[in-house]
């Protein structure tokens, strides 16, 4: 698909292409397919074929910590860069190297620490030269919090899993955000098109208190039902990873037990930490090459 114009358009299908500057983007809807259709989810990304030296890239910022006011950039498959953006509505152009390329844009994290989604989404790009969008179909889609987004590390957009995964080459998308919890789950993950889903939550079921082990088992279950009743391919359950100072080992048996007949269960109880409950680069490491050797073998 060329677009001579050069303008690409991030905005959801219900919009008919259009954009106007009094939009706020509603992340309660959070999720569509990840490539070739617009979403809000994070670490959605599109990819440009591209001479273009340089892209002006709109974005709609509603996220209270500085960590998350960004998009990142990648240039064949590599990370290129995280750009800063300003708060609400915001304009920025990034500086690309010269040559034929494949340009990566992808979007900020997302948070719930209340009753709102909050997150960093790009709008639109405009590129200075010709461009033709590159699709693709996610192989596996994960549904996850806030270790999914690769809090606790130093960069979630290179070294969160998710995205260490990309690094390698797997087309992975990713439905998560910070204090995402099993407990009143609502999602669309099924909506990313992807061969396989990857449920990694539990986590702040206990972290937080938000349920009991019991609840959690009952409402995993439902999870999953939920997501098999519209989709055919594989279903991985990551038990989550254990907690600093907490005893994880009901919540962790839950999930297991949740998951009998229904998904293919990944343990995942120790992995290093940068504080008591978000994984370190290297834990993020780690859990990347589990879950390649699990899921994408």
Known sequence: MKQTA???????????GSWSRTFTPDYTANSYSQWGVACWSSYAEKTHSTQATSVTVETYCEYSVSSGKYFSVWINGVWYQNVSVADGLDTTSVTLPPG???????????????ATVEGTQILSAVFNRDQ????????????????????????????SWPMLLRARGHAVSVEAWGYRAVVNEAQNITQHGAEKILVALGTNDRWLSLTTAAALQTNYGALLDSIRASFAGTIYALVPPDITGIDMSAYQAAVTAASIGKAT???????????????????SLALADYVEAQCLS
């Open 6 to 16: 050069n303008q690409i358009d991030f905005t959801l299908p219900v919009l008919s």
């Open 100 to 114: 034929p390329k494949y340009v990566t844009l992808v979007n900020g994290i997302q948070n719930k620490p209340s």
């Open 132 to 159: 033709s969008l590159v699709k693709k179909t996610p192989t596996l889609a994960i549904l996850g919090d806030s270790n999914a987004v690769g809090a606790g590390t130093s960069n979630y957009w290179r070294y």
């Open 265 to 283: 269960v990944l343990s995942s109880h120790a992995f290093d930490r940068s504080d008591s409950v978000h994984l370190s680069n290297a834990g």
